[in-house]
């Protein structure tokens, strides 16, 4: 069978932003990585999956229904015809269609972008390759923040790298942006 491939971008929404609720490390520049890689799937006519997160956990401090941060990002804006999955947890197959569309759509490689690296990506990747799917992860496309662990802070540089070094290892394959835009294997539906 014939492999068929789609993009997912994950939860790149205003408020990841400068002056958002809950601004990450490096999600302008994670953002634009992200575009790059919707221009070459839409040149290529591959399928594209937006994922949107709209929080309604009690207490939630972004990503809240109805605000300018809870939009997609302009860097990534979805187009007619292109698939866009709200999800309310972290992992984008639960309690959505996500699994179901693939499945009907015949994909079985998903190249894999967004936000938050250590939460919905990581979430996400490793649901996917559970389900079957083979994984990239377009690490330079995705971004974290600091976070703290028993008192102690743990930079944003260093949950990226922690995150996608484990994913790396079973989960998918991580490289960069203009490796997958390079690799032939990769570009070429």
């Known amino acids: 069978m014939k492999t068929q491939k789609a993009l997912i971008i994950i939860d790149i929404q205003n408020d990841y932003f400068e002056g958002g609720a809950n601004p990450l490390i490096g999600s302008l520049e994670a953002s634009v990585n992200a575009k790059t890689l919707l221009k070459d799937f839409r040149e290529k006519s591959l399928p594209v999956i937006h994922v949107q997160h709209s929080s309604t956990r009690a207490g939630s401090t972004f990503f809240i229904p109805n605000t300018k941060g809870?939009?997609?990002?302009e860097n990534v804006m979805p187009v007619s015809g292109e698939k866009v999955i709200a999800k309310n947890f972290p992992n984008s197959f639960?309690?959505?269609d996500l699994l179901d569309?693939?499945?009907s759509n015949?994909?079985?490689d998903l190249v894999i972008c967004g936000m938050m690296t250590h939460m919905c990506v990581d979430a996400t990747t490793r649901a996917a390759k559970d389900f079957g799917f083979t994984c990239v992860v377009i690490g330079d496309a995705c971004a974290?923040?600091?976070l703290d662990i028993q008192g102690e802070s743990v930079a944003a540089g260093e949950v990226q790298k922690s995150f996608l070094a484990a994913l790396n290892y079973f989960y998918s394959t991580v490289i960069n942006t203009q490796e997958y835009l390079d690799d032939k294997l990769c570009?070429?539906?």
């Not at 809870?70 to 990002?73: A, K, T």
């Open 187 to 189: 570009s070429n539906s």
């Open 70 to 73: 809870v939009e997609i990002h």
């Open 101 to 103: 569309y693939l499945k």
């Open 144 to 146: 974290t923040r600091d």
């Open 94 to 96: 639960r309690e959505t």
């Open 106 to 108: 015949n994909i079985t």
